[in-house]
Every structure is written in structure tokens, then in C-alpha cells.
């Protein structure tokens, strides 16, 4: 039965995307957040809605759904939202193979196609040319600003669902029926914790025991580029799709990642990506091992991401205006833990989190009813 009231702890996309999912099914909903607005991990996120990697079946499904869901509430809202695609483009034999093996696979079940490099610079101008053997074309990436998203979707969960918000207020201690925040114990049927990264604050042992982890992205802000400039879609580099779900099992990927050990200096980070928001500002994104790289502001531009970022792309100028590195946190197996009955921790899987988070929850208040 869904809970008559809940109480979710963070205002980040997870904990506003459950906030969404519980209250169209009838429950009265508190959102605790401990700062004045959403600060975590989705608000430094570059913002692609990001599908690619997910593997056929139920986690491409759910972000399907919350890639809908994302462009329903864009709309009903007014708030900037582009539906970008994403293009891969190929510069060796071993990265085209992986491309070509993934199409295969794929038959009728993605909306995406093998270009050739005349078509791949006809999608985007600004793709590298030298060595280009081609590309993949995926149609259902999309691109939205976190910064304006995470401010209006709790103004549009308050007006269009009643959607109660409690900011600056941090949960410092959980028993269910009781939260304590404020000097204060307040208390709902069901407990949900959206928390990202400061969960290990209050659950130590899941991280402990692994099955929530930690891990960290480097996102670098380009200086505003010419008058009009539009990248056109999402650019994403070949390297790192080998360890994506939808990629891992490929024959292609294997040899792939066996290059990329032998020589990693040449394949630069992995998971490179790029897109432009409604500002018109470039972000790139890439994942970092557990210690952050100590390059920061101009140095940056003599780390292995410029390296992978000029191979990928002619972009007019790649001075940087802004860099950040933030960790999420996942959940390894299951989106809700539960410690102790009427209390759940929702964390998304390893991955793009602000892509799942409207399915996920759909999945989550479902499985309460
Ligand atoms: C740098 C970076 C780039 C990324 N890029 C992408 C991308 O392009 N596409 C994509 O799909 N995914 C991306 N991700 C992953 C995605 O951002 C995360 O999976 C997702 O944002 C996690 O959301 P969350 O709500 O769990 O956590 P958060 O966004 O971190 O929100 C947690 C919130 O809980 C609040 N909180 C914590 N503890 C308490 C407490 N005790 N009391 C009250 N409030 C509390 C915090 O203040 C915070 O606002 C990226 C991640 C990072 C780090």
C-alpha cells in the first residue's frame, strides 16, 4: 500500500523524482533538504540525459520513462530542454569495429545508425576530421540545464502536487516513524533517503559493506564560445563506452580495452562527453579514478581530457572558464536499501543518475504500493 505521508531526505533529482512518483499516487510528501536549495551531485552535473550505455531491458526502459518524464515537466514548465542526440565518432579500426558490432546488436531496438565521415561532419562541423573513419548516431540523448531544472521542479512539485518543502534543514539522525532535524522529531509512514554523497554520514556500514559506493566526475565549463556557435548534439568518445553495459559483452570492446591498458596515454580519460546547454555553454564531463587529478584551472589544458577533447573536436575556443570535480553516490545492485522497516535509501546505479532518477523512483513508489 502506498504510505499515507513520507518524508524524503535531499532535494537532489532522486529525492525530488520520488517526491513526484509518491505524491501522484496520493501521498502527502515532505522533502527535507539541509541547504536552501539542491547542491549535490545533480546540480553539478553537466546535464545529458544520456541512454547509450544502458544494456537492452530494464534499465534503458526506465530511462526511456524518465527521459519522458524530463521532457514532460520541461514543457509543462517552460524550462530549456534539447533533444540533442549523441554522435560517437571512430578514429581507428578497433573503435569503428566496436560501433559496428553495437549496430548489429541492436537490430530494431535503439534509434541509432552507422555514419560515414561525410555524414558524421555533416551532423556536427565541429568533429575532428583527421583520422576520422566515422561515427555512431544515437537519436535519444537529450541535453537540459540542472541549474535552472533543479530550481523549478520543486516549484513545480510544491504548485502541481502539494509537494511540502522544508530547506535548510538537515536530518541528522533516522527511526522510523521519526526523522530529527531542527531541534525537532517529525514523523511520516515511510522514510526515504535521497541523501547522494552525504549518506555514509548516517549509513556508514552499506558503504562499508560496498553495497554503496562513491564515485567521482571531473566536468569542465568552456569559456562562452562566437555568436551563435551550436555544437548540435552530444559528442561522446569511444574509449570509455567499452565498459558500458550495452558495450561490455561486444568482442570489439575487449580488444579495445586491452589497447586502452597498453597504451592509455593515447585513449586519454574514459567516458569523455561533451554537449552545449541553453546558455550556449560547453561542459565537458569525464569520470576520474577515487584520487582527483590535482590539475586545475589553466593546468588543465595539459591533462589527457584536453588531449581527448582536441582529438575529438575543432571547437572555436577551448580556453576554460570553470572546472569541478563532485562524487554520486550508487547503489550497486537494488535503487532502495531498506535498514529497517518504513526506512528506504534510494541511490541510482553507477552511471548517468540524473538520466534514471524519474524511472527509478516510478519503480521505487511502485514497489511500496
Ligand atoms: C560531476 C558529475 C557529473 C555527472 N553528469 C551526469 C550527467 O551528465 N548525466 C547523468 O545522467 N548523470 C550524471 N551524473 C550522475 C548524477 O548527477 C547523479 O547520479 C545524481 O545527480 C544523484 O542524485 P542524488 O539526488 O542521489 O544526489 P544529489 O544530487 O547529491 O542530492 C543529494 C541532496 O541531499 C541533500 N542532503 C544530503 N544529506 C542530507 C541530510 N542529512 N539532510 C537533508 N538534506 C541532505 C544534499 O544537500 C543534496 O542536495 C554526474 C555526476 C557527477 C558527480
Given at each position: 500500500?502506498?504510505?499515507?505521508t513520507a518524508?524524503?531526505?535531499?532535494?537532489g533529482?532522486?529525492?525530488?523524482?520520488l517526491?513526484?512518483?509518491l505524491?501522484?499516487?496520493?501521498c502527502?510528501?515532505?522533502?527535507?533538504e539541509?541547504h536552501?536549495?539542491?547542491?549535490?551531485a545533480?546540480?553539478?552535473?553537466?546535464?545529458?540525459?544520456?541512454l547509450?550505455?544502458e544494456?537492452?531491458?530494464?534499465l534503458?526502459?526506465l530511462?526511456?520513462?524518465s527521459?519522458?518524464?524530463?521532457?514532460?515537466f520541461?514543457?509543462?514548465?517552460?524550462?530549456?530542454?534539447?533533444?540533442s542526440?549523441?554522435?560517437?565518432?571512430a578514429?581507428?579500426?578497433d573503435?569503428?569495429a566496436?560501433?559496428?558490432?553495437?549496430?548489429a546488436?541492436s537490430?530494431?531496438?535503439r534509434?541509432?545508425?552507422l555514419?560515414n565521415?561525410?555524414?558524421?561532419?555533416e551532423?556536427?562541423?565541429?568533429?575532428?576530421?583527421r583520422g576520422?573513419?566515422?561515427?555512431?548516431?544515437?537519436?535519444?540523448e537529450?541535453v537540459?540545464d540542472?541549474?535552472v531544472?533543479l530550481?523549478?521542479?520543486?516549484?513545480?512539485?510544491?504548485?502541481?502536487?502539494d509537494?511540502?518543502f522544508?530547506?535548510k534543514?538537515?536530518?541528522?539522525?533516522?527511526?522510523?516513524?521519526?526523522?530529527w532535524?531542527g531541534?525537532?522529531?517529525h514523523?511520516?509512514?515511510?522514510?526515504?533517503?535521497?541523501?547522494?554523497a552525504?549518506?555514509?554520514?548516517?549509513?556508514?556500514?552499506?558503504?562499508?559493506e560496498g553495497?554503496?559506493s562513491?564515485l567521482?566526475?571531473q566536468?569542465?565549463?568552456l569559456?562562452?564560445?562566437?555568436?551563435?556557435?551550436?555544437?548540435?548534439?552530444?559528442l561522446?568518445g569511444v574509449?570509455?563506452?567499452?565498459?558500458?553495459?550495452?558495450f561490455?559483452a561486444?568482442?570489439?570492446?575487449?580488444?579495445?580495452?586491452e589497447?586502452?591498458?597498453?597504451d592509455?596515454?593515447?585513449?586519454g580519460?574514459?567516458?569523455?562527453?561533451?554537449?552545449?546547454?541553453?546558455?550556449?555553454?560547453?561542459l565537458?564531463?569525464?569520470?576520474?579514478?577515487?584520487a582527483?587529478?590535482?590539475?586545475?584551472?589553466?593546468?588543465?589544458?595539459?591533462?589527457?581530457?584536453?588531449d581527448?577533447?582536441?582529438?575529438?573536436?575543432?571547437?572555436?575556443?577551448?580556453?576554460?572558464?570553470?572546472?569541478?570535480?563532485?562524487?554520486?553516490a550508487?547503489s550497486?545492485?537494488?535503487?532502495?536499501?531498506?535498514?529497517?522497516?518504513g526506512?528506504?535509501?534510494?541511490?541510482?546505479p553507477?552511471?548517468?543518475?540524473?538520466s534514471?532518477?524519474?524511472?527509478?523512483a516510478e519503480?521505487?513508489?511502485?514497489?511500496s504500493a
Amino acid at each position: 500500500m502506498i504510505p499515507s505521508t513520507a518524508i524524503v531526505v535531499g532535494a537532489g533529482i532522486v529525492g525530488l523524482a520520488l517526491a513526484k512518483a509518491l505524491a501522484e499516487r496520493g501521498c502527502r510528501v515532505v522533502v527535507f533538504e539541509r541547504h536552501e536549495r539542491a547542491v549535490g551531485a545533480s546540480l553539478r552535473s553537466p546535464g545529458a540525459l544520456w541512454l547509450l550505455g544502458e544494456a537492452n531491458g530494464r534499465l534503458l526502459e526506465l530511462a526511456r520513462r524518465s527521459r519522458r518524464a524530463w521532457q514532460e515537466f520541461c514543457e509543462a514548465a517552460d524550462v530549456w530542454y534539447e533533444s540533442s542526440g549523441c554522435l560517437v565518432p571512430a578514429y581507428s579500426d578497433d573503435e569503428m569495429a566496436l560501433l559496428q558490432e553495437f549496430c548489429a546488436a541492436s537490430g530494431q531496438q535503439r534509434d541509432c545508425q552507422l555514419l560515414n565521415p561525410a555524414q558524421t561532419r555533416e551532423r556536427c562541423a565541429q568533429v575532428q576530421p583527421r583520422g576520422l573513419r566515422g561515427a555512431l548516431w544515437s537519436g535519444e540523448e537529450a541535453v537540459l540545464d540542472p541549474r535552472v531544472a533543479l530550481r523549478q521542479l520543486p516549484l513545480w512539485l510544491a504548485d502541481r502536487l502539494d509537494v511540502e518543502f522544508r530547506w535548510k534543514h538537515a536530518v541528522t539522525r533516522v527511526a522510523h516513524p521519526y526523522v530529527w532535524s531542527g531541534g525537532r522529531r517529525h514523523a511520516a509512514d515511510a522514510i526515504y533517503l535521497a541523501g547522494g554523497a552525504d549518506l555514509p554520514a548516517l549509513y556508514p556500514q552499506l558503504f562499508a559493506e560496498g553495497r554503496l559506493s562513491l564515485l567521482r566526475r571531473q566536468v569542465v565549463r568552456l569559456a562562452a564560445q562566437p555568436d551563435g556557435f551550436r555544437l548540435g548534439c552530444q559528442l561522446h568518445g569511444v574509449a570509455g563506452l567499452a565498459a558500458w553495459p550495452a558495450f561490455a559483452a561486444l568482442p570489439a570492446a575487449q580488444r579495445l580495452a586491452e589497447r586502452a591498458q597498453a597504451d592509455s596515454a593515447e585513449c586519454g580519460p574514459d567516458d569523455l562527453l561533451l554537449l552545449q546547454n541553453g546558455s550556449g555553454e560547453i561542459l565537458a564531463s569525464h569520470a576520474l579514478s577515487a584520487a582527483p587529478a590535482a590539475a586545475t584551472g589553466d593546468s588543465l589544458q595539459a591533462t589527457p581530457l584536453f588531449d581527448a577533447l582536441r582529438r575529438l573536436t575543432l571547437l572555436p575556443d577551448c580556453r576554460i572558464a570553470q572546472s569541478w570535480q563532485t562524487v554520486h553516490a550508487c547503489s550497486a545492485g537494488d535503487f532502495a536499501i531498506q535498514p529497517e522497516a518504513g526506512v528506504s535509501i534510494v541511490a541510482a546505479p553507477a552511471g548517468p543518475g540524473l538520466s534514471l532518477a524519474f524511472g527509478l523512483a516510478e519503480e521505487v513508489a511502485a514497489a511500496s504500493a
